[in-house]
C-alpha cells in the first residue's frame, strides 16, 4: 500500500471521528459517509466489493446497510443473509477480531457460504470480514472481497479492522442521540397522547405568560373515566385519553396551549378575554361521542380556572390555583362544573385537606356509624323498612356533616372503599333487624354514582347477602338523577343485573331534574322518593302540590311505590295522604338514629298507634 493511500484513509478516518464527535450526524449522512469510505477502503486494499452489513434487533439475519462494486461503481443496499443458512458463520463473528482468508472455498470457517454466496457475489476468492463491535455488543460486519487470490497483509487487515471500529463508533454515535432524544421525549412529552407533560407546559406558558393580554390556565378532568375504566378496561380508558388528546390538537388555537398533567387531567393555557365563552366553546367542540371499544362514550368535563399569579414560576401557581378551583367545584357538583378561584378558596382548601387526610385513616379507626330512619307505610303506620346513612364521629371536630365529607369522598375516590364498608355494615344491620322478628323490613342504601357502575358493586352486595342470608328482595339501593346521566348502556345494563338478582331500585330525590322521568320509562325501578324540597313548600304552594300528586299519580298507574321524604308537619301529613301517598319518611316519625338507639324507637312506636304520632305537636 502506498504512502499516499495511507495518508487518504487517515483523513477519513479523522472526518469520520469527526463526524461522531458532532453528535449531529443522520442516518442520510452515515448512509452518504459510509458509501464514500467504502470507495476509499475498496481502492486503497485493491477489493472489488466492500459490505457493511448490520444485525437485526435479535439477530437472526444480517441486512446489507452498503455494498459496493469497485467494477461498476454501484452501492446496493437491503441484501440479507439468515442465520439459519449460516449458522456457524454468524457465531463466528461474535468471537473474532478480523476474519482474513486467502482462498474461501478451502476454508472450513466459511465453508456455509461456499458457493452460493461467494458465487453470487462476484466470484470470491479471498476476503476479509472484521466485525463491528458497538458498546452493547457485535453490530454487524465489515466484509472486504476480492475475486482474485490474496494473500493479506497486516495493514490490510488493519486498515479493515479500523474501518469496522470507525463504523462501530458513529453507530455508537448515532445510538447515543436516539436514546438522547427519545429521554428528553420522556422528560417533556406523555408516552401515552403525546400531547406535552406539565416540564414542557411550564416551560412553555412561563415563556409567554408576560406576553400575553389575557393569560388563563384551566385545569380540566374528565369526569367519567373512571367508570369507563370500571365498564370497558384499563385499555378503554387509554382509549378515550388518547382519543381527547387528539381532539384538543384539533380544536384548540396556535396561541393555546394544552399537557396532560394526570391519568385524567388536563392544563389548558389560553390568551382570551372572553374566557367563559371561548372555555364553553372548547368543551363544545369535545362533546360529540368518542366511540371507544364498540361503544359510543361522551365525555363531559370539569374545570377549575385562575388568573392569579404572583411568583417566579406562574405556570405553576396558575395551575395549583386551578386545581384548588376544580375541587372546589366537584364538591358541589360530579360532573360538568367550571369554577372560578378565589383566594378565599386557598385556606378553606386547607381544612378540606386536612379533613380528606383524615377521611382514610377514619375507616380504619372505625370512626364512621351508621343511623338508620325508619319508613312506614298505610293507616297503620306499619314499619315496613330503613334507610341507612353513614355518619363520621371525628375525634377532635366531632360528627361531621356528610355534606361536607361525601363530596371529599366522592372527587377522590375514597368513596368507593367507604360505600362498600356502608353496604357491608347496612346489611349485617338488617340481618339484626330480622332476628329480632322484623323479617318483612327492607334496608336501602344509598349508593353514588361513581360507585354504581363500579366493577366490584355486585360481587360485594351479593357476597353481604349470601354471608347473612339476606333475600335479594329485603335490599333497597337508592340512586338519584345524576346516575342516569352516566353512559346510558351501562347505566341499563347494570339496572338490569340487579333487577335480575332481585334487588329493589329506587330513585331518590325524584322530580329535581328533566331525566327523572327516563328512569320510568327506560329502567327497572320499583320505588320513587319524592324530593325532600317539595315535600317541605307542599302546604305553602300550588305548584309543589301539583307537582307531588302528579308524580303519585304517575307513579300509581306505572305500578311504582312512592315515599314521602322529608316529612316535618302533621298538615304535610294529612296532604299527601289525601293526594294518595301512603308511604312515609322524615322527622314527624323519627330523626336518623344511631344503633343503641333504634331499638328503642321501635318499641315505644310499637306501643303507640300511628295516629297518636302523626298528631303530635
Known sequence: MSKDSNSSFSLQQQKLFQLAKSKKISSVELQHTIEQLCEGIAEMIQCERIGVWLFDDEQPSLTALNVYQQHNGMHTSGERLHKHQ????????????????????????????????????????????????????????????????????????????????LVGFLLDSLQQQEMEKKLEYLAYYDQLTGLPNLNLFYSEVNGSIHRAENPVLCYLQVDQVDQIIDALGYDGGDQIIKEIAGRFNRVLKSNETVARADHDHFALFLDEADVENRLKNILFLMSPPFLVTGYDVTATFSAGVSRHFHGENPAKELLQSAQIALNRGKMRSARSSVTWFTEEMKESSKDHFAIEMDLRKGLDLNQFILYFQPQVEGEEGEIT?????IRWNHPEIGLVPPGVFIPLAESTGFIIPLGEWVIKESIKELKKFHDNGMDQVTMSINISPRQFLHQRLPAIINEGLLQYHIPPERLCLEITESVAMEEEDLVIERLKLFDDMGIQLSVDDFGTGFSAFVYLQEYPIKEIKIDKEFIRRLTTNHKSMAIVKTIIDLAENLDISVIAEGLE?????????????KRFQGYLLSRPLPPDEINGWIDNYKRASFYSITRRK
Open 569 to 581: 308537619t302533621i298538615e304535610q301529613w294529612a296532604l299527601l295522604n289525601e293526594l294518595g301517598c
Open 385 to 389: 323498612g330503613f334507610e341507612s346513612l
Open 86 to 165: 449460516f449458522p456457524a458463520y454468524f457465531t463466528l463473528l461474535k468471537g473474532t477480531r478480523v476474519i482474513a482468508i486467502s482462498d474461501v472455498s478451502n476454508d472450513e470457517r466459511v465453508k456455509e457460504l461456499y458457493p452460493d454466496y461467494f458465487s453470487k457475489a462476484g466470484n470470491i476468492q479471498s476476503m476479509i470480514d472484521a466485525p463491528i463491535v458497538l458498546a452493547n455488543g457485535v453490530a454487524g460486519v465489515v466484509c472486504c472481497e476480492s475475486s482474485i487470490a490474496r494473500s493479506w497483509t497486516r495493514l490490510e487487515e488493519s486498515l479493515a479492522g479500523t474501518f469496522s471500529d
